[in-house]
């Protein structure tokens, strides 16, 4: 079965640190992968996505992530946060092998203190 | 602006009362999913269409039904709400017809729905 894996689950950092969150997944065929963030109280905004071509993918708020194929990653990255950025935060891919449905990771919970 | 809204944003039910929530959009996407997001917890998906045709996940209680009249809206029905159906309720769109037509998913604001 697919499945997405997020292994932080809550993240504290102080303001103008480096921030990666971890995700990996386990497909079969041609991927599409995503990363979504909720403020609190708030909806899924899409930050960024990657269908093909280069690996690394420049988001919104300065957010960027890297596809790594024989890891099977797609790890979130931002060289420097702000408490701006205090959110949840989703991993999601969606596989043509599962009729492109999107499955979730378990969600990183970031605090980011002033 | 082309999107996909979800009324009402904030739903408030009885135990056991029918209610219904609506999704529309102007994407003229042929997917239409409603996911269920508790709190702290990652959304999951309960069924789709795929143009008419209906794809229920095999863990989605039958108190959850869905309608999908028209390309542009679509409904979820729950029978007879639980305190344990308290929660964020997301509806979404997308082209199908594989991976060329695929291009992600778009994402109401959605309801937010409260068991009393």
């Known amino acids: 079965a697919q499945s997405v894996s997020q292994h932080n689950h809550h993240v504290i950092l102080s303001e103008a640190a480096s921030l990666e969150l971890g995700c990996n997944y386990s497909y079969g065929g041609t991927v599409n992968l995503f990363w979504y963030v909720q403020y609190p109280g708030q909806h899924l905004q899409l930050l960024l996505k990657?269908?093909?071509?280069?690996?690394l993918v420049k988001g919104i708020k300065g957010f960027e992530a890297e596809f790594i194929k024989s890891k099977f990653s797609f790890n979130l990255r931002k060289p420097s946060v702000q408490w701006s950025d205090t959110a949840e935060y989703f991993c999601a891919v969606a596989s043509n092998n599962a009729g492109n449905m999107l499955t979730f990771g378990g969600g990183t919970r970031l605090m980011v203190k002033p | 602006d082309a999107m996909v809204i979800q009324n009402p944003r904030y739903q408030v039910t009885q135990f056991g009362k029918p209610v219904t929530l609506s999704c529309s959009q102007t994407?003229?996407?042929?997917?239409m999913y409603w996911y269920q997001q508790k709190s702290s917890q990652a959304p999951k998906l309960l069924f789709h269409?795929?143009?008419?045709?209906?794809?229920n996940e095999a863990d989605t209680p039958d108190n959850f039904q869905s309608r999908r009249p028209n390309t542009s809206f679509c409904f979820l029905d729950i029978r007879s709400p639980g305190l344990g159906d308290a929660a964020m309720y997301l509806c979404?769109?997308?082209?199908?017809?594989?991976?060329?037509?695929?291009?992600?998913?778009?994402f109401g604001s959605g309801t937010r729905l409260t068991v009393v």
């Open positions: 979404a769109t997308s082209r199908g017809g594989g991976t060329g037509g695929f291009e992600g998913y778009t």
């Open positions: 994407l003229n996407h042929n997917v």
């Open positions: 269409y795929y143009d008419k045709d209906f794809n």
């Open positions: 990657y269908f093909s071509g280069d690996p």
